[in-house]
C-alpha cells in the first residue's frame, strides 16, 4: 500500500528501486520543473540533451529500503516514506511529496547524513555506489556522494554527480566517480 502524510493507504503500487532523474540539487523532485530530463510532465527529446547523452543520467538505482519509492507514477494524495534502512537522521515517520516515489536529484548518492532522509537522492544496497542508465543506454556504476563539506558548500565529487543529471548545464563532466 502506498500511503498518504497519515499513514494510511490510497493505492497499491509495486515497490521500486529505481528513480528518475530531475536534476541536480537545484532541481527539486516536487518541482514542476528540472533540469534533468524527467520532471513533471516532461517531453524532453534527445536534440535537447546538449551535455551529450553519454554525459547525463537518466535513470538510477534508489533502494526501497531507504526510501520507498514506486515506478507507477506520483499518486495523488499519496507521500514517499523513509525505508527501514534509511542511515540518515531524522524521524523514521518521514516523508515526501508524492512526486518523489519516482524521482530524485543527483545531490547525494547514499546518503549518509542528509538532514531530509536523503528520500530525494539515489541509493543502492551495493557497497561502495549506485548503478546509474545514461540517456545513451550505457550503465555506469558511480562511487557514493554520501554528505555535503561541513560548511553546506558540495564536495567535489557532489559537483561532477549533479553536473551528470543535467541535460543541458553546459558543465565539463569528470570522470573521477565512475568506475
Known amino acids: 500500500g502506498v500511503p498518504n502524510a497519515g499513514g494510511s493507504a490510497v493505492a497499491k503500487a509495486a515497490a521500486c528501486s529505481y528513480a ?11 518541482d514542476a520543473s528540472g533540469k534533468g530530463i524527467f520532471y513533471r510532465n516532461s517531453k524532453t527529446r534527445i536534440a535537447e540533451i546538449t551535455d551529450g547523452t553519454s554525459h547525463t543520467i537518466a535513470i538510477g538505482e534508489r533502494a ?14 499519496a507521500v514517499c ?20 516515489l519516482v524521482q530524485a536529484h543527483t545531490h547525494l548518492n547514499n546518503a549518509v547524513s ?12 551495493h557497497p561502495g555506489g549506485s548503478n546509474f542508465v545514461y540517456a545513451d543506454g550505457s550503465v555506469h556504476f558511480l562511487r557514493s556522494v554520501s554528505e555535503d563539506l561541513p560548511n553546506g ?15 543541458s548545464g553546459g558543465e565539463k563532466v569528470s570522470t573521477a566517480i565512475i568506475e
Do not use: H
Not at 516514506?81 to 508524492?98: F, I, L, M, T, V
Open 20 to 30: 528518475a532523474c530531475v536534476g541536480g540539487d537545484e532541481s527539486a523532485p516536487a
Open 64 to 77: 526501497w529500503s531507504i526510501s520507498n519509492g514506486v515506478w507507477a507514477g506520483a499518486i495523488a494524495g
Open 81 to 100: 516514506k523513509r525505508g527501514d534502512d534509511n542511515p540518515c537522521p531524522g524521524s523514521k515517520d518521514g516523508s515526501y511529496p508524492a512526486s518523489v
Open 114 to 125: 542528509d538532514t531530509d532522509g536523503g528520500l530525494d537522492d539515489f541509493s543502492s544496497k
Open 153 to 167: 558548500d558540495y564536495t567535489p565529487e557532489s559537483v561532477v554527480f549533479q553536473s551528470l543529471g543535467t541535460k
